[in-house]
């Protein structure tokens, strides 16, 4: 029952959206900033019930926790997991071990491995006299 409220809540903010867009701004051109802030809130809202219908309790409190951490990364992390929805990559309600593997696979992505190179012959700590 829930899912069929979010569903059609989800449809009439996209009805919205899409009417919005469609308006355009206002006569001096672009929109004002109160527009603005009111489609980012719309925008926000919508994402929000995507994350909610498409991802476990579990995993959105593992992602609340990221977003605490490393809110960029879980910026990245939102906005990857609506596309797929949005794609219909997404059948069931991702639980927390799927969630992980995609935060595996994007960490891996991201993340920069780093070596350090130690030269015993430049830094004299190897002496042939001694």
């Not at 925008?43 to 995507?50: G, Y």
């Not at 069931?92 to 190179?117: G, I, M, P």
Request: glycine fraction near 8%.
């Amino acid at each position: 029952m829930a899912d069929d409220e979010l569903a059609m809540h989800r449809q009439k903010r996209m009805a919205e959206l899409q009417a919005q867009m469609g308006g355009g701004g206002g006569p001096g051109g672009g929109p004002s900033l109160e527009q603005q802030e009111e489609q980012r809130q719309r925008q926000s809202d919508m994402k929000n019930s995507i994350l909610y219908q498409v991802l476990s309790q579990e995993a959105i409190a593992r992602l609340k926790t990221i977003a605490v951490a490393k809110p960029e990364k879980a910026r990245m992390l939102e906005s990857m997991i609506v596309q797929m929805a949005q794609r219909g990559q997404i059948g069931d309600k991702l639980s927390e071990a799927q969630f992980k593997e995609l935060l595996e696979k994007v960490t891996s992505q991201t993340q920069k491995t780093t070596t350090v190179k130690f030269d015993r012959r430049r830094a004299a700590l190897d002496s042939d006299s001694d």
